[in-house]
């Protein structure tokens, strides 16, 4: 049997300790110097029965034991099994280097806890950790130029201004009317800017870093006339609605992270980033952030034709990301969830 380490490990010091972490499994532990050294070793594919010749001050019974506790941790890796497939996935495809690799995967699960239990919490944070200030002000009236206000707003700074996440909603249908403008003036294909040498380019009324357009939207309808229950690829070139799986999509709170309020919006949209989009032109880890950026912009266009409509497209970062993925049929090493819209009619009473 061959194994060798996962390169899904991140060393750290901690206080005495050497601690690994492992941001594929979400692993971590502390190693002792036979496991370090074990670690050390197995770079790549490497004979376990060899193991034991390339570390000739451990005893064998040593070895054996610190191997089968690292391949129980995720930290080292048999020879063709799924892990081993899922590194070699990651191998090929993850072009962004360790440091953005461990943000990104590290940062996709997590506990959430509910609305009140998570307020009572900073209620006593408050009390022995004030918050920083959330706005900094100008204090020299001298120089400080003061900006016009504008009294009345048109169109579009109407809009903008209305713009406010409600999470109070009715279980009240949206139509298909409302839900096409929220992709046509987000995601939408409006032009193509022709390049014969490397390949056209889409462009949308959102930016894209290097028009590189990471982004496909998905869309579980709970309750939109016109539009059966079920969840939809938003075809951005067509501007249609593709069925992933039809019939009622899984609960919205199972989704997202166990949102009580969101369980009777009409439909919430998903924000898929297809990183390998991005990697393919631009190689540096900065591009990573671009993609994540992005994601706002087109959020931001579906808040406001939501609004547009007497709508909310309220904005969510808080999600059970595998059951997303698994229900919109997404995922693996460069396509991940980003970013979730609810869209819904807003009780205002
Ligand atoms: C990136 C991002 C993630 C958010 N995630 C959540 C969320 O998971 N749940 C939620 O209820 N609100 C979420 N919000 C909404 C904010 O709480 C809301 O925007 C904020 O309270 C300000 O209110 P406003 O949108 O009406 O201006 C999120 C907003 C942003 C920008």
């Known amino acids: 049997m061959r194994i060798k380490r996962s390169n899904a490990l991140i060393v750290l010091l901690e206080n005495d300790q050497i601690v690994f972490h492992n941001f594929r499994v979400q692993q971590t532990f502390s190693a002792n110097p036979t496991a370090l050294e074990i670690l050390r070793r197995l770079g790549s594919w490497t004979d376990i029965?060899?193991?034991?010749?390339?570390?000739?001050?451990?005893?064998?019974?040593?070895?054996?034991?610190?191997?089968?506790?690292?391949?129980?941790?995720?930290?080292?890796?048999v020879e063709d099994s799924e892990a081993a497939d899922r590194e070699d996935a990651?191998?090929?495809?993850?072009?962004?280097?360790?440091?953005?690799?461990?943000?990104?995967?590290?940062?996709?699960?997590?506990d959430y806890l509910a609305a009140e239990a998570a307020d009572s919490l900073l209620v006593q944070q408050a009390k022995y950790l004030p918050s920083p200030p959330l706005f900094t002000r100008n204090t020299h009236p001298g120089t400080d130029v003061v900006l016009p206000v504008r009294e009345s707003a048109a169109e579009p700074f109407r809009t903008m201004a209305r713009r406010r996440t409600?999470?109070?909603?009715?279980?009240?249908?949206?139509?298909?009317?409302?839900?096409?403008?929220?992709?046509?003036f987000s995601m939408a294909i409006t032009d193509?800017?022709?390049?014969?040498?490397?390949?056209?380019?889409?462009?949308?009324?959102?930016?894209?870093?290097?028009?590189?357009?990471?982004?496909?939207?998905?869309?579980?309808?709970?309750?939109?006339?016109?539009?059966?229950?079920?969840?939809y690829h938003y075809s951005a070139m067509e501007h249609t609605l593709g069925a992933v799986k039809p019939g009622p999509p899984?609960?919205?709170p199972v989704l997202l992270a166990g949102q009580t309020w969101t369980e009777k919006a009409a439909a919430v949209i998903f924000l898929v980033a297809n990183f390998d989009r991005a990697m393919w032109k631009y190689h540096q880890p900065a591009a990573y952030n671009a993609t994540?950026?992005?994601?706002?912009?087109?959020a931001q266009n579906i808040m406001l034709a939501a609004t547009t409509h007497d709508l909310v497209a309220d904005p969510v970062g808080a999600m059970t990301i595998e059951a997303i993925e698994a229900a919109l049929?997404?995922?693996?090493?460069t396509q991940a969830v980003i970013y979730a819209l609810v869209l819904g009619v807003p009780d205002e009473s």
């Open 90 to 110: 990651f191998e090929q495809s993850w072009l962004w280097g360790p440091f953005t690799a461990a943000f990104h995967f590290g940062g996709r699960t997590g």
């Open 49 to 77: 029965e060899a193991l034991s010749g390339l570390l000739p001050g451990y005893s064998r019974e040593s070895i054996d034991s610190s191997v089968d506790r690292l391949k129980e941790l995720g930290a080292i890796i």
């Open 250 to 252: 899984p609960a919205f």
């Open 292 to 298: 994540l950026i992005e994601a706002g912009h087109i």
């Open 329 to 333: 049929g997404v995922g693996g090493v």
């Open 166 to 184: 409600m999470r109070r909603l009715r279980d009240e249908p949206m139509t298909v009317a409302a839900l096409a403008d929220c992709f046509q």
């Open 192 to 231: 193509m800017l022709d390049d014969p040498e490397i390949v056209d380019l889409p462009l949308k009324m959102t930016p894209s870093g290097g028009g590189r357009n990471p982004y496909e939207a998905y869309v579980c309808v709970r309750n939109v006339t016109g539009v059966p229950p079920g969840v």
